[in-house]
């Protein structure tokens, strides 16, 4: 085994070397021709129909578990004996609701809101707790994320759960925080020729030549991948960044999370992560028809319960092709595959959609850094094997699955994985209709940036709503009751103050969960916003990242007074009273709302035959005011020094983004001048640093012609192999 690996991927055995201390970057790459289950006693693949659902049986263990074990004492915690919202908690006979909470994406911009909401639900934030908030977390038994809602999710699960504010800022030990203050692309500052910077793309680079030398087709979406994990995952601080001393969280796989201490004592919920897909030869650079599959991936299982898939596949093994469930023979198997910096990059994977408008950039785009950005990124991307350049290609698990026929890429033996807002859908709450969750009560924490003022309106869960009605009431709980259109959402205001939805069900059990939405918007006192920033801004000076989770904090523990700026005292207790609600339907007879209760629904929730208006909501500021412009014009000072003034921030991120994509089409469409492109390699060889000349990750010049590895070339000829 060992053996055979050995003569077609040198690169493997390296990775044994250097497993034995910190890791190495390399540990991105997946591990091919791995031995498979007998399929025929342990399938790989579960499908079963959206009438009949089931859980995998290790997530229901899980939640069940801790639903009966670990959350009765946390509501215990969090409301006492239940008397200030006028229930006594012992008339609830220990059966608590089941509430999951779905955070959107939206780039930093949305890991940061994401997090603002957790810290303010979480009983181990002080302020929280004092207000009544804190403690939601601690009953709540799911948390789903997509794109930069991802990131937090799969930061939170891969450091062990910490409280949002050593998670965000670290705590001068094992947590580094997340360092928002080196950006994304451009870590070192905005000149990629640096050295810092060279050394890192070298990194990067060399993670996903790793990978694409296992023969599995890399795209844009690995090195995006890669860059998300320096600051999401553990193994990267200040002095490290830069240097190849760990492995920068390469490696460390999302199957992995029950490892976790904090998931063996059941002391966190059940993560999932969403991505999109488009479908397969369909090429869309647009956004997606609802139809497209949507996918969801937890520690167990990567699949879809859209009634045209109703399959699910083992963690464990994605990345194996698979025929009708059987892989092509038994030493077949990839492992190592559900790499979490390379689920959160999938997640994120928004190419795709920003094709044309990069296109559009570099045609403008004739200065002379921009041409250095992208002939740069030529000798970095010539590298690479890709099948598609501009989604995350995934080896398909469902190729060809009996009983399967409308599952729109049946035929094809990869997905095209794409961001998890590309049907426009940007809080992940579907997962949390499906039926076999039978969840009670779904919270939407919103960071779209839907209008021009960078707030949402409404149009996610207004879209997921559509979506469960015209194409999922077969697998998925109806939505509640919601505003007609968008800007019904933004006239009566309930897109700008935490707002209950589903409060007045008529049967029992009622017919769809209470949900619970907490949209990114203006602080309720009427300060200046500093939470509503682009998606495409890709660094946050600390304190602006520190005003901005503050400032989320307050808006949600403080919900809203009508025609007031003033936080509501008793929000806290509305919460409990949302939270506990669908429990009252459990006990026979049905147990009474309470006074108490009834007044925070008169005040929360969207009643459909009594709308609110948005002027109950005086004095919100509206326009993004910079924090800390300080910080952004340091920035400035050292740009202008180093003649790249175009490269910053907002504009900078998205060109750099805009630059790698645009590329890509332009690579297909036309020959390079190949005397710049030789220039442009030795500029860059001779800014190698030494790890990677020591550990070179190509062994020379390739012809600029050929744009797959030597290697995998190879491999792909070979009779039998299917990558
Ligand atoms: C797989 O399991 C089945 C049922 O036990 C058995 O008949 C078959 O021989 C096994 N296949 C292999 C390759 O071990
Ligand atoms: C539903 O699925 C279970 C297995 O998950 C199976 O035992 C049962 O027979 C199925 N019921 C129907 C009606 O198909
Ligand atoms: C709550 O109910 C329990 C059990 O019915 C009872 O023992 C207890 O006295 C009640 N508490 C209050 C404050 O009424
Ligand atoms: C980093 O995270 C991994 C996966 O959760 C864990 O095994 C490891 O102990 C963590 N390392 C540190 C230094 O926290
Ligand atoms: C491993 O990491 C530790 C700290 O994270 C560092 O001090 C040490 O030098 C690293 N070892 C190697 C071989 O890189
Ligand atoms: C999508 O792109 C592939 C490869 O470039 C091409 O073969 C195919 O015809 C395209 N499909 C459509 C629908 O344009
Ligand atoms: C994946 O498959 C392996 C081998 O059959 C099995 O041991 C493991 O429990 C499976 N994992 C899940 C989450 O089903
Ligand atoms: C997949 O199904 C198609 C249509 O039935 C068939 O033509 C093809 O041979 C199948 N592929 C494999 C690898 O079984
Ligand atoms: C609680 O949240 C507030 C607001 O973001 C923050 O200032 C404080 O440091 C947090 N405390 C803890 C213990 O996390
Ligand atoms: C409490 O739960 C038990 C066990 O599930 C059930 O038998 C009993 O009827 C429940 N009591 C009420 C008041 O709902
Ligand atoms: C409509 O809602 C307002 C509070 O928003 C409340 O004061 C009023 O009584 C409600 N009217 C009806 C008919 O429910
Ligand atoms: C399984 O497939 C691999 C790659 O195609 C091949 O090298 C190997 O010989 C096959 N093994 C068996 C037992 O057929």
Not at 9 to 35: K, R
Not at 665 to 670: E, P, Q, T, V
Request: net charge negative.
């Amino acid at each position: 085994m060992l053996l055979h690996l050995h003569l077609y991927l040198p690169v493997l055995a390296f990775i044994g070397l250097v497993h034995a201390n910190n890791g190495s970057v390399t540990d991105y790459a997946p591990l091919i021709n791995q031995p498979c289950p007998n399929v025929t006693t342990d399938p790989l693949v579960r499908v079963f129909s959206p009438r009949n659902q089931s859980l995998h049986p290790r997530e229901e263990a899980y939640v069940n578990t801790r639903l009966t074990t670990v959350i009765p004492n946390e509501w215990k915690n969090w409301v006492g004996d239940g008397s200030a919202i006028g229930y006594n908690l012992s008339s609830f006979n220990n059966s608590f609701p089941k509430i999951g909470l779905a955070i959107s994406g939206g780039g930093y911009r949305a890991a940061q809101y994401g997090a603002g909401v957790l810290s303010a639900l979480d009983a181990r934030n002080e302020s929280a707790k004092a207000a009544g908030t804190g403690g939601f977390l601690q009953v709540s038994s799911y948390l789903s994320g997509l794109s930069g809602g991802s990131w937090i999710t799969g930061s939170l699960y891969m450091n062990d759960f910490p409280t949002i504010k050593d998670l965000v800022y670290g705590n001068g030990g094992n947590l580094s925080g997340w360092l928002l203050d080196l950006a994304l692309a451009t870590p070192d500052g905005s000149n990629i020729f640096s050295d810092a910077n060279q050394h890192w793309y070298g990194s990067i680079l060399w993670s996903v030549i790793a990978k694409g030398k296992t023969g599995i087709d890399t795209s844009l979406t690995d090195p995006w991948a890669r860059m998300i994990s320096y600051h999401f995952l553990n193994q990267t601080n200040r002095n490290d960044f830069f240097t190849n001393d760990s492995a920068h969280g390469a490696g460390q796989l999302w199957s992995n999370v029950p490892l976790i201490p904090s998931w063996q004592q059941h002391l966190v919920p059940f993560p999932i992560i969403q991505t999109d897909s488009r479908p397969v030869g369909s090429n869309l650079t647009t956004s997606l028809s609802p139809t497209a599959v949507v996918y969801e991936i937890t520690p167990m299982e990567m699949g879809s319960w859209d009634p045209n898939l109703s399959a699910m596949m083992n963690l464990t093994y994605i990345g194996t092709h698979l025929t009708d469930g059987e892989p092509d023979n038994d030493t077949t198997c990839v492992t190592g595959f559900d790499e979490t910096g390379f689920m959160m990059g999938t997640s994120a994977s928004l190419f795709n959609q920003i094709l044309d408008f990069a296109h559009n950039t570099i045609q403008g785009f004739d200065n002379n850094d921009a041409k250095s950005i992208l002939l740069m990124l030529n000798r970095q991307l010539s590298e690479l094997r890709t099948r598609a350049n501009d989604v995350a290609n995934w080896p398909s698990p469902f190729h060809n699955l009996t009983g399967k026929d409308n599952f729109e890429d049946l035929s094809s033996k990869w997905l095209e994985l794409i961001d998890g807002a590309s049907n426009h859908e940007n809080v992940p709450l579907g997962q949390h209709f499906v039926k076999a969750r039978g969840m009670d009560v779904v919270v939407g924490i919103d960071a779209s940036a839907d209008l021009h003022t960078g707030w949402p309106n409404g149009s996610s869960p207004y879209l997921s709503a559509a979506r469960i009605t015209d194409l999922l009431q077969s697998s998925h709980q109806p939505a509640p009751p919601l505003p007609g259109n968008t800007a019904e959402f933004v006239s009566t205001g309930v897109n700008m103050r935490p707002t209950f939805f589903g409060c007045f069900p008529t049967q029992n059990p009622p017919e769809y969960p209470i949900m619970i939405y907490f949209p990114n918007s203006p602080p309720l006192n009427g300060d200046n916003p500093v939470s509503n920033t682009g998606t495409f801004k890709l660094d946050y000076t600390p304190k602006h990242t520190q005003l901005f989770l503050d400032q989320v904090h307050a808006n949600v523990i403080g919900g809203f007074v009508p025609n007031s700026n003033s936080p509501d005292p008793n929000f806290g207790k509305c919460l409990q009273c949302v939270a506990i609600d669908r429990a009252r339907y459990r006990v026979n007879p049905v147990l009474a709302r309470s006074e108490f209760c009834s007044a925070c629904f008169q005040q929360y929730c969207f009643d459909p035959n009594n709308l609110t208006s948005s002027a109950q909501l005086p004095g919100r500021k509206l326009a993004f005011v910079d924090p800390d412009p300080q910080g952004v014009s340091a920035v400035t000072g050292f740009l202008s020094q180093s003649k790249v003034p175009i490269i910053l921030g907002f504009v900078g991120a998205a060109l750099i983004i805009a630059a790698i994509s645009a590329f890509l089409i332009w690579r297909k469409r036309r020959q390079m001048r190949t005397a710049v492109y030789q220039k442009v390699i030795e500029l860059h060889d001779e800014d190698e640093p030494p790890f990677i000349q020591h550990n070179r990750y190509s062994d020379g010049p390739r012809s600029a012609s050929s744009y797959e590895l030597e290697r995998v070339q190879g491999l792909s000829h070979a009779p039998g192999q299917h990558f």
